[in-house]
């Protein structure tokens, strides 16, 4: 479950979106695992790949943080690179689209204005709201499979597919 969102920009200046995750992985308490979604062309097939996954409209990568919240959904979990200070932690690899969810059909891109360099997101006119999700979101935790099997003790919550 999408427990706590906010935005923020990265050492280079973009937008992103910051995710804490819970997931059930059949413990007494969830396991927490830190996201970020880049809103740079290079990075969009994640905010995707997020938005099939939670079953919410992909629009230009466009995500109302406040909307997210409370959404569920399943990704790929499994331990990041070793950091200098020697700590392992849990990631998401990659989201994996909800079942009976429809992809749209790619857009075509609208042509920059004549004063915006080809690296910086395109101007938002502020007059654009964010869209209401259907009705049917967000999807319910009972309607994803159950995580690890929690009296197995050799079942690890990395390299696999689990709900959030």
Known sequence: MVV???????????????LILHFDVGRDKPLTVYDRLLFIKSCLWKVEKF???????FDSGEIDENVIRGYVGKAHL????????????????WYIKADGFVEQPPRSKPALPKDQAPDMPPSRPESRGPKAPPADFPPQA???????????????????????
């Open 51 to 57: 938005c099939a996954a939670t079953r919410h409209p």
């Open 78 to 93: 499994d331990l990041g690179e070793k950091r200098d200070d020697g700590k392992q932690f849990t990631e998401v690899k």
């Open 4 to 18: 706590e969102t906010n935005t923020s920009y990265s050492s280079a200046g973009n937008e992103m979106l910051n």
């Open 142 to 164: 009972n309607d994803i499979p159950p995580g690890p099997d929690p009296q197995d003790p050799t079942s690890s919550p990395t390299g696999e597919d689990i709900p959030f």
